[in-house]
């Protein structure tokens, strides 16, 4: 694939100088002041390495582990990489816990620095350590977002221990779901890291039965609490309250006490909820509207993004805090909207029969439709602002692995790729101007270092991955009138997985002013970097401190 050029490698190289610096997660020794771990307007990336060890799963033993009678299968494969992941035909919940890092790299993906999550597999972290982890395989987990302030990385994972299996569609401790085939009970967190490499963790009992996929926090004088987005529920249909109230988009109160000390044990507290009643479609399974992968803060507004699942409707949604901007289910923020401080109210008694009440909309413009009655065509996930008229949207493909046309299937998507959508003012509707796709390659094969080729018997598909589209994303405007956005992969293959496919970072930068797929025909993805064997990429954001300014600085260091 075509690299960018020496010039303009060297233009973004002083746009943004960065620092080799040795990352540590402990407090400076001795008293002395901290010196800053991440220099402002570099990238972090999120990345997870499986352990790879055969002895992880046993062929024939149970899965998912402590499962009921009737709810049990048997492994077919241990814990080599990647054909560990062949189990996940045979368990609907496989997957297996691996370590995060964080890799603080320059705009066009030089190597700066790495920092390790605290994990077990470190020789300094004990059973009562602060430690998180994410799953392997869920492919819509580990999103990054700088808080509303720029101070701080969040994301979120899972307080267990790396290679635990079935983790990710367990319940959570205070919401057991008793028809969940699942019955591992784990916390999920959100972790918060700041400039100089301290991360905290706070649990919570929110997406019992399925993953917290991203965690943004608002963060001002006044304020201090996070906007999460993920899904919930693995279990029978009507799904217990707390299942009902943690899921979609959270509002979760930080904690600064050590993960040994914090036990949640109150029912989770939903940010918003959106039913495709609101849309004049029949009423879907309670909670599975809400199933989010993208989130963003713009304009002091939350932005939700669905793009998976058979329920509800795969488009962008935003939070309605002035209860005026969606009468039918559609429309665009008020200009008095302000970022939500309170959770939604709701009737307890309602909740299992009749849903959360709905305090979001679609966002006009965007499609207003049923997956359970149309086929859906679109698969949003990252959302990027680049003006009050100007959104990015990262569009991941249909993931279609139904047969040996699965890369021509991929090439030939129209959506799959970054959309550029522009707001007409005078209408106040969002357009869809075009699909940027050009280096991206979708279904074009490529092979990665030790990785498989040829076919999976388990499978009869090719192993090699391809690209699908994208996930994650962030961007930047830059003075000449350009965006930048650089964004996470996905992938179709023959795996058994492809959440566990090594996949690519890619970086793209387009003039505002375009709004025709031909003034567009020269912009092009380069790739910056392609995962190794047994890594997968999932989030990209900038580093904490990108944008805070010397005004907004403490006597703490900032």
């Not at 029978?236 to 299942?243: A, I, T």
């Not at 044990?265 to 004049?280: C, E, K, M, N, V």
């Not at 005004?551 to 900032?558: I, M, S």
């Amino acid at each position: 694939m075509k690299r960018p050029s020496s010039r303009a490698i060297a233009t973004f190289a002083m746009a943004a100088v960065a620092f080799p610096l040795s990352l540590s997660a402990q407090n400076s020794p001795f008293g002395f002041p901290q010196h800053a771990q991440f220099y402002p307007g570099n990238l972090l990336v999120s990345r997870s390495v499986y352990d790879n060890q055969a002895s992880n799963v046993t062929v024939g033993e149970q899965l998912p582990p402590g499962c009921t009678v009737g709810n049990c299968v048997s492994a077919g494969y241990d814990g080599t990489f990647p054909y560990i992941f062949n189990n996940a035909p045979i368990d609907g919940s496989f997957g297996i816990t691996s370590r995060i890092f964080l890799d603080q790299i320059t705009p066009w993906g030089w190597p700066v620095s790495t920092i390790e999550v605290p994990n077990s597999l470190e020789r300094r972290i004990g059973s009562t350590s602060d430690q998180l982890v994410t799953s392997f395989s869920s492919k819509s987990e580990l999103a990054l977002n700088l808080s509303t302030d720029g101070r701080y990385v969040t994301f979120m994972g899972y307080v267990a221990p790396p290679n635990a299996l079935d983790v990710s569609n367990g319940n959570t401790p205070g919401v057991v779901d008793p028809t969940n085939p699942d019955p591992v009970a784990t916390y999920r967190a959100v972790a918060r890291l700041d400039r100089f490499g301290n991360f905290t963790f706070t649990e919570t009992n929110a997406y019992s039965g399925d993953n917290g996929r991203a965690a943004i926090l608002n963060h001002s004088r006044d304020t201090d609490l996070y906007y999460t987005a993920g899904n919930a529920g693995n279990g029978s249909n009507p799904q217990p309250l707390g299942v009902d109230l943690g899921a979609g988009a959270q509002l979760i109160d930080p904690s600064n006490e050590p993960e040994a000390d914090q036990s949640p044990s109150g029912t989770p507290t939903p940010l918003a909820s959106f039913s495709i009643t609101q849309l004049g479609f029949k009423a879907d399974k309670i909670g599975k509207d809400d199933n989010f992968r993208g989130l963003t803060v713009y304009d002091n507004v939350v932005y939700y993004a669905k793009g998976s699942g058979g329920n509800g409707d795969n488009t962008v949604y935003f939070v309605d805090t002035t209860g005026t901007a969606c009468p039918s289910g559609s429309g665009v923020p008020s200009p008095s909207a302000t970022l939500p401080t309170q959770p939604l109210s709701y009737t307890a008694s309602t909740i299992t029969t009749d849903g959360l009440p709905s305090n979001m909309c679609v966002l006009n413009g965007f499609p207003v439709t049923s997956n359970k009655k149309t086929n859906p065509v679109n698969y949003p996930f990252g959302i990027w602002f680049a003006n009050p008229t100007t959104l990015y949207v990262a569009d991941e493909g249909d993931g279609y692995t139904g047969g040996t046309d699965l890369y021509t299937h991929a090439a030939a998507q129209t959506l799959a790729g970054l959309e550029k959508w522009v707001l007409d003012t005078s209408t106040n509707t969002w357009v869809l101007q075009y699909t940027l796709t050009n280096g991206l390659d979708l279904g074009t094969p490529y092979t990665v270092k030790g990785f498989p080729t040829g076919t999976n018997a388990a499978t009869s598909l090719p192993w090699s991955p391809a690209t699908d589209g994208l996930r994650n994303i962030t961007g930047r405007v830059n003075p000449d009138g350009t965006a930048t956005v650089w964004a996470i992969t996905s992938t179709v293959s023959g795996d058994g997985d492809t959440g566990a496919d090594p996949n690519k970072l890619v970086v793209i930068t387009d003039k505002l002013t375009n709004t025709m797929a031909a003034q567009a025909a020269n912009e092009q993805f380069y790739t910056l970097r392609t995962a190794g064997f047994a890594e997968v990429l999932r989030g990209v954001s900038f580093t904490p401190g990108t944008g805070v300014t010397d005004h907004d600085r403490d006597g703490n260091g900032w």
